[in-house]
């Protein structure tokens, strides 16, 4: 029942964090954060303290990251489907959220004031769960063969579930998570990333849900809103290689898409910022170290006894968690930055921001055919503003975005 509560709360607390921090896809840093959280899950194989390090990366892609049983008697069958349900809780309470906004004035007035739009709440929860649907799906539908040998020298190959070869692939249970997992498949994990790198060669009622292009693209430049869409074709293509690949070949696939993600990156530079282009990059070089690493410690070289003593392991970890340490620097000097800019009031020995200079225009039609166009000009302090036609237009500074 703890674990139960516990799990309601903290998909309350995401979706509060959403909402009063602004912390969506619209910011540019968290693609790369959240891309750099799921690899590391991934590949981070490690037992003990270095686990529970790892835990916050975990959280970021919606898992627990540490053994759990809800009931007597749960297979790890029945944990891969959970990891099912927890984002399914969180677009749940998505929905009701926008019901909810949409019943009570208030709330909607909130919304407007603090410029946040449901299309980002949508957006961000697309990408945050993506992470764990696709990991979840692999996992349920892959399978190993085995050669089983009988008395009379015969033998025949079957193929049960991967993660736990005791269980029948296609028995009752699995069969239920396949059906599940292959209509996610089909209506998320490969949609998804194609509307986001092909918009313009789909159909045209895909652009009814502008709003969520909007969310998706706007970090980027204009020739380049379709590097989140490619970041999630990589996603695919690392749960396809460490689901059909074993160790170590799987880790030198995984350096050989890393590096190649590098390069491109480094190349086109697809955010409007460049502090976001610098913290991608480093992320993904953060990645290539830790694979190669791996790759290193946990190579053909090192032979299985060796890896067994306490020494090679404690090196890896230590390896892994002085290069993973230097991520989560990283990004707490983001998650600071986000609450500066976000709260600038909350550090009152802060200088304030200064001031600024805004613009604001719009059209007066005078006929059919004909506009003029009025320009005005204010300060922060200005409350009154007299136009080059001599009308005098009042409004209050605190309504206008510094955007």
């Known amino acids: 029942l703890g674990l139960l509560v516990f799990f309601a709360a903290a998909g309350v607390g995401i979706i509060a964090i959403i909402l009063f921090l602004h912390v ?3 910011e540019g840093y968290i693609t790369g954060v959240v891309f750099y959280s799921g690899v590391v899950v991934t590949y981070a194989t490690v037992q003990g303290g270095a686990r529970e390090a790892l835990i916050p990366l975990y959280f970021l892609n919606l898992n627990i990251g540490f053994e759990t049983c809800f009931y007597d008697g749960m297979t ?43 299309s980002k709440l949508v957006a961000t929860l697309i990408v945050l769960s993506y992470n764990s649907i696709t990991q979840s799906c692999f996992q349920i539908l892959g399978f190993v063969e085995v050669t089983v040998y009988r008395d009379d020298g015969s033998s025949h190959v079957i193929r049960p579930w991967a993660t736990d070869p005791n269980e029948e692939y296609f028995s009752p249970k699995h069969t239920v998570l396949f059906v599940i997992c292959a209509v996610l498949l089909v209506i998320y994990v490969l949609p998804v990333p194609i509307l986001l790198v092909l918009p313009s060669c789909t159909s045209r009622g895909v652009w009814r849900f502008k709003p969520l292009y909007d969310v998706f693209f706007n970090p980027f430049r204009d020739n380049f809103t379709f590097w989140l869409g490619v970041c999630l074709v990589i996603r695919i293509v690392i749960f396809t290689i460490s689901s059909f690949f074993a160790s170590p070949d799987s880790t030198l696939y995984l350096g050989v898409v890393l590096m190649s993600a590098v390069f491109l990156k480094s190349v086109i530079q697809p955010f409007k910022f460049p502090v976001h282009n610098v913290l991608d990059v480093f992320f993904l070089i953060n990645l290539l170290v830790v694979s190669m690493g791996s790759l290193y410690f946990q190579g053909r070289d090192v032979t299985r006894e060796a890896y067994r003593t306490g020494d090679v392991q404690s090196s890896f970890v230590a390896f892994l968690m002085s290069v993973v340490g230097l991520a989560y620097v990283v990004i707490c000097a983001v998650v600071v930055v986000h609450f500066y800019i976000r709260f600038p009031n909350l550090c009152s020995s802060c200088k304030p921001w200064p001031k600024k200079q805004y613009a604001m225009s719009y059209t007066k039609w005078s006929g059919p055919e004909t506009s003029k166009a009025i320009a005005i000009e204010l300060t922060p302090k200005s409350k009154k503003v007299t136009t080059t036609g001599g009308k005098v237009v009042t409004f209050s500074t605190a309504d206008i975005s510094d955007d």
């Open 24 to 26: 969506t896809v619209a």
């Open 76 to 118: 790890p069958l029945d944990r891969a489907g959970l990891g099912l349900v927890f984002p399914a809780y969180l677009f749940v309470l998505m929905i009701l959220f926008i019901w909810l906004a949409s019943r009570f004035l208030l709330l909607s007035e909130w919304l407007a004031k603090s410029n946040f739009t449901p």
